[in-house]
T-cell receptor, first 112, second 118 residues
Framework: GESVGLHLPTLSVQEGDNSIINCAYSNSASDYFIWYKQESGKGPQFIIDIRSNMDKRQGQRVTVLLNKTVKHLSLQIAATQPGDSAVYFCAEPGNQGGKLIFGQGTELSVKP | DGGITQSPKYLFRKEGQNVTLSCEQNLNHDAMYWYRQDPGQGLRLIYYSQIVNDFQKGDIAEGYSVSREKKESFPLTVTSAQKNPTAFYLC?????????????????FGAGSRLTVL
């Protein structure tokens, strides 16, 4: 079936530490994955995506890792800052129409 | 600036009333989507439209209706048939119909509309 799940609903880290947010997906045929950040009361914002033919992709302070063997992806945030506090969602494509299937989300809290 | 505008940001409704949420985009995107978000949960798809004058039901379409008369606009009506309408509603758009090209897969979201039923 189509589902995307997250291992942990909340994550608390110290400012300056690295954060790792995990996501499990079920559809082995998904050819891309997207990470979004949602701040309180706002719409989700695109962070980074990765295609299924890659196992790693880096952006500015963020890295996404994809392990197709165990259907797992993670978002790593380096030197976490208070502005990184938000809910993070992973998403994979639905079966048609370009729609995305979202996981439940992980709430990241950064302690000063 | 190109983007998606949702209005109103906050809306209160009495039981039995229909309400319409507006979604306008100036990104020249073909596809538009409506998602519902409940507290502490992910986004669930209500309706989507890949082209003008055409739309499809998502996972939770019951109690909702949409129209797509213009490329720029995709309003959502929450009808009295929706039993639990209190939620945060998010509109999104995407460039490219089949999502097969790089960058075409990403949905761009509006700021959301929070509907509360009194």
């Amino acid at each position: 079936g189509e589902s995307v799940g997250l291992h942990l609903p909340t994550l608390s880290v110290q400012e300056g530490d690295n954060s790792i947010i995990n996501c499990a997906y079920s559809n082995s045929a998904s050819d891309y994955f997207i990470w979004y950040k949602q701040e309180s009361g706002k719409g989700p914002q695109f962070i980074i995506d990765i295609r299924s033919n890659m196992d790693k992709r880096q952006g500015q302070r963020v890295t996404v890792l994809l392990n197709k063997t165990v259907k797992h992806l993670s978002l790593q945030i380096a030197a976490t800052q208070p502005g990184d506090s938000a809910v993070y969602f992973c998403a994979e494509p639905g079966n048609q129409g370009g729609k995305l299937i979202f996981g439940q989300g992980t709430e990241l809290s950064v302690k000063p | 600036d190109g983007g998606i505008t949702q209005s109103p940001k906050y809306l209160f409704r009495k039981e039995g009333q229909n309400v319409t949420l507006s979604c306008e985009q100036n990104l020249n995107h073909d596809a538009m989507y409506w998602y519902r978000q409940d507290p502490g949960q992910g986004l669930r798809l209500i309706y989507y439209s890949q082209i003008v004058n055409d739309f499809q039901k998502g996972d939770i379409a019951e109690g909702y209706s949409v129209s797509r008369e213009k490329k720029e606009s995709f309003p959502l009506t929450v009808t009295s048939a929706q039993k639990n309408p209190t939620a945060f509603y998010l509109c999104a758009s995407r460039d490219g119909r089949d999502g097969s090209t790089s960058g075409a897969n990403v949905l761009t979201f509006g700021a959301g509309s929070r509907l509360t039923v009194l």
